[in-house]
């Protein structure tokens, strides 16, 4: 719980110093060792940068939405998909399913609900993260998915 603690004081500070407060003296006190920005997967759209898979800072990972475009086309399985990639994601960078803060969960159908609920439950460890789950308006999730789900983790 401490742990958990600890680093969303480090959010709270990361997301402070991106407005431009504070962002001096943060970077004083980790001796700007943190402060570099990684990216991965960076998706492209005619050469240009658009978007990146995944993305560290300061001690923290953030996972772009991940989601299930293949058949079936069944909540049950979107879910396992989409959380196998998040997790592969997150052992790449140096995390794990344990370390994740929050999650945003994108339903392409409200109904899907307590489908999603039955494959997600347990796969955080005994601290789940905050969760802010949503059905998507007009349109559905991009691609098809049923589901779509982002993070944000310590490493």
């Known amino acids: 719980m401490n742990e958990r603690r600890s680093v969303m004081k480090k ?18 006190s980790n001796n ?6 990684e990216t991965f997967n960076v998706e492209k759209d005619q050469d240009v940068p658009l978007f990146s898979g ?6 923290l990972i953030f996972i772009a939405g991940k989601g299930a475009h293949v ?7 979107h879910t396992e998909i989409v959380l ?3 997790e592969k994601e ?14 945003g969960v994108f339903l392409n159908d409200i109904a899907d609900y307590k489908g999603m ?12 993260p905050v969760r802010t789950t ?5 349109g559905g999730v991009p691609g098809d998915s049923l589901v779509e789900m982002d993070c944000i983790a310590y490493v």
């Not at 997150?90 to 999650?103: N, Q, R, T, W």
């Open 32 to 37: 700007n060792s943190n402060l570099e920005k």
């Open 117 to 128: 609920n039955e494959v997600y439950k347990g796969r955080f460890g005994k601290n789940p």
């Open 71 to 77: 058949a079936p086309f069944e909540i049950k399985a």
């Open 11 to 28: 959010i709270l500070a990361s997301v402070i110093g991106f407005a431009g407060f504070g962002l001096a003296a943060s970077a004083k």
């Open 84 to 86: 196998k990639e998040l």
């Open 54 to 59: 995944a993305t560290k800072f300061n001690g």
């Open 134 to 138: 949503v059905a998507v308006a007009k």
């Open 90 to 103: 997150l052992v790449a960078a140096g995390s794990s399913m344990e370390k994740v803060l929050k999650v």
